[in-house]
């Protein structure tokens, strides 16, 4: 699956967690922009893990900011 796609099925999961209609952009924040708290992460990431069958470690949760990361990160653990 390309970046391009993975982008395209995250826009997908993202929009009933954004309540405010913000335009997402990969540098998009998720606490900023998206005023996320940390209930939002929690059942954003958990929708993202059982989309691509994947886990995302708490580690990774962390060093994520923004959309931009996230597209990749899923990207990335899309090929592993």
Do not use: C, W
């Amino acid at each position: 699956m390309t970046e391009a796609e993975v982008d395209e099925r995250i826009r997908g999961l993202i929009d009933p967690f954004n309540k405010k209609g913000i335009d997402i952009t990969p540098a998009t924040t998720f606490a900023g922009d998206l005023e996320f708290d940390s209930l939002t992460v929690m059942d954003f990431v958990a929708a993202i893990e059982d989309e691509f069958d994947i886990i995302i470690s708490m580690n990774q949760q962390a060093e994520i900011e923004t959309y931009g990361q996230l597209v990749s990160a899923v990207h990335k653990l899309q090929d592993s």
